[in-house]
């Protein structure tokens, strides 16, 4: 019964990377651990970014060595801990006459990164002449380009699912994982934090979860967490905005990204090949609006329109070319008038010993560092509970998913006759070796090898798997968050009729429960709309 729930070592608000990292390390060593969070995992500022697994180049131009040396580090962990998922991309950085930074720049700026990559399992940077530049290629701007350099970074396609993983080992470890549920008050006696109070965002029943630390990991919603502990608590945000794209791929443009500055601004900005798509983005801008509430502009949407036009003039890039965009908060620390590029992207760990004794709040972070930071955290909450506590082995760990190779993968999903070849890759790039556990579900129930729409490598079973198993609630958790299908150019509405019928099915969803899912997630999908 949620009443009669003992207390909790921690609680962790907020179902991000962050959050999901430090429940999944702290249970693992150990401490009764709730995560909570007001929405899905992965619903807030994870999914909004540009899904790069990666050292912060840029981060070289203002200093940061220790971050960029962190962050490659921790890039090579998770290459080697959740390979199906985080991945090696190469980028290309075309140098053009006018440029802020030319070719020895650069070049130099990549020898610093290689040299802070030690122990890289992915190749060195390489020059590249003009000619060459324009074969690896084809489609960039050639008028004034004086050469580039390729590097290797990694890209982590579906970020969703590394956020499910890390809750998933979080659940396997004994942490209870609580989705859907906002914490309304911060509970304190005097100046100790006791619990908090939660609502069920769905059925608005409240009741209470009681810890004796309390860690607040609700990235943009920092400060709102704050404010429900009724204390005079400083504003530790400064958001700024970054805003993406998604196209279809177009030519001249193939499976290396291209990282180019913008005419306008000399803003760096990134074209990925992301999904079977292209991924533009993206802007920096400050903003204080709700999280929830964030929406691409017009303006923004023209300017990564513009600036990827000016780099690929035959690209042929107009506002119809756009599939979907979206817009997240940057959950970064305030730093006065700093212009936005050079507010740090380090994250800082604050606790509020004078006004709320147990309650700490992490501010910022990387999505590539988000292990690290996790291991920082529960390092530094251990002490606080008086409690001896197993040492930190996420660096060690695989994720749930990463335990075996590809070919080891595909050769058990050969051996279920009922789930398509043409779906193997797609199981094993979401699942890792998980991908036989679904596959598993079409031994009793041969239907549900089927497609969730004709031709697409999403399948009936992983509706029923994502909701017994993966935490999943709505259909737009299903569909957004764990069988990506809802990330394809459709945004997923040919996947709701199969997806539907396989819920009905199989998870005694009735007609008024699939009405209302579908209303509510094509309500969800209508936000991803490029503005008019």
């Keep these: 019964a949620k009443l009669g729930m003992s207390p909790f070592d921690l609680i962790v608000v907020g179902g991000g990377?962050?959050?999901?990292?430090?429940?999944?390390?702290?249970?693992?060593?150990?401490?009764?651990?709730?995560?909570?969070?007001?929405?899905?995992?992965?619903?807030?500022?994870?999914?909004?970014?540009?899904?790069?697994?990666?050292?912060?180049?840029?981060?070289l131009e203002f200093g940061e060595l220790g971050l960029v040396h962190e962050s490659l580090q921790e890039r090579?962990?998770?290459?080697?801990?959740?390979?199906?998922?985080?991945?090696?991309?190469?980028?290309?950085?075309?140098?053009?006459?006018?440029?802020?930074?030319?070719?020895?720049?650069?070049?130099?700026?990549?020898?610093?990164?290689?040299?802070?990559?030690?122990?890289?399992?992915?190749?060195?940077?390489?020059?590249?002449?003009?000619?060459?530049?324009?074969?690896?290629?084809?489609?960039?701007?050639?008028?004034?380009?004086?050469?580039?350099?390729?590097y290797h970074d990694a890209q982590v396609t579906h970020v969703e699912r590394l956020v499910v993983e890390n809750a998933l080992a979080a659940a396997a470890a004994g942490a209870r994982i609580e989705t859907h549920t906002a914490v309304d008050r911060v509970l304190l006696d005097r100046n100790q934090v006791t619990g908090v109070e939660v609502r069920d965002s769905r059925t608005g029943e409240r009741s209470t979860r009681h810890a004796r630390l309390i860690v607040n990991a609700a990235g943009p919603w920092v400060d709102r967490v704050l404010a429900a502990a009724g204390r005079p608590l400083p504003r530790f945000l400064g958001p700024t905005k970054g805003t993406h794209i998604v196209v279809r791929p177009f030519p001249g443009f193939g499976a290396t990204a291209c990282y180019a500055e913008a005419r306008s601004d000399?803003?760096?900005?990134?074209?990925?090949?992301?999904?079977?798509?292209?991924?533009?983005?993206?802007?920096?801008?400050?903003?204080?609006e709700d999280p929830a509430l964030l929406r691409p502009t017009a303006a923004e949407v023209d300017y990564l329109l513009a600036e990827t036009r000016h780099t690929f003039p035959d690209s042929g890039l107009t506002r119809e070319a756009v599939l979907y965009a979206y817009s997240g908060a940057r959950p970064l620390p305030r730093q006065g008038l700093k212009e936005t590029g050079a507010i740090t992207r380090r994250h800082l760990i604050r606790q509020h010993g004078r006004s709320a004794r147990g309650l700490v709040s992490v501010i910022g972070g990387k999505i590539t560092t988000y292990r690290h930071l996790a291991e920082e955290v529960v390092d530094l909450v251990v002490p606080r509970l008086g409690r001896t506590a197993r040492g930190c082995e996420t660096a060690r760990l695989p994720l749930p998913g990463g335990s075996a190779t590809t070919?080891?993968?595909?050769?058990?999903?050969?051996?279920?006759?009922?789930?398509?070849a043409g779906s193997h890759a797609h199981l094993h790039a979401l699942y890792g070796s998980r991908a036989p556990l679904v596959a598993a579900l079409t031994r009793d129930a041969p239907e549900l090898g089927l497609p969730l729409s004709p031709g697409a490598p999403a399948l009936a079973a992983e509706v029923v798997f994502a909701a017994r198993g993966e935490f999943a609630v709505t259909l737009g958790d299903i569909l957004l968050r764990r069988c990506m299908a809802g990330l394809g150019p459709d945004l997923g509405r040919g996947a709701i009729a199969g997806a539907l019928a396989t819920a009905a099915r199989h998870l005694a969803w009735d007609p008024a429960r699939c009405a209302a899912e579908e209303a509510a997630y094509r309500t969800e999908i209508a936000a991803l709309a490029p503005p008019p």
């Design 76 to 150: 090579e962990t998770l290459l080697r801990n959740a390979p199906h998922l985080v991945r090696p991309l190469p980028l290309l950085i075309p140098v053009y006459e006018d440029a802020r930074r030319g070719m020895n720049t650069v070049d130099f700026g990549l020898y610093v990164y290689d040299l802070l990559s030690i122990g890289r399992s992915v190749p060195g940077h390489r020059r590249l002449s003009r000619g060459e530049a324009l074969a690896e290629m084809p489609g960039l701007k050639a008028d004034g380009l004086t050469g580039a350099v390729v």
């Design 407 to 420: 070919a080891q993968v595909l050769k058990e999903l050969a051996t279920f006759p009922h789930v398509p």
């Design 266 to 288: 000399g803003r760096p900005f990134f074209i990925l090949p992301w999904n079977g798509l292209v991924l533009i983005g993206t802007t920096d801008t400050r903003c204080d």
């Design 17 to 59: 990377i962050n959050g999901a990292g430090i429940a999944r390390d702290a249970a693992l060593r150990g401490l009764s651990t709730c995560l909570l969070e007001q929405g899905d995992l992965c619903q807030g500022t994870t999914r909004w970014s540009s899904r790069l697994i990666h050292g912060g180049l840029r981060y």
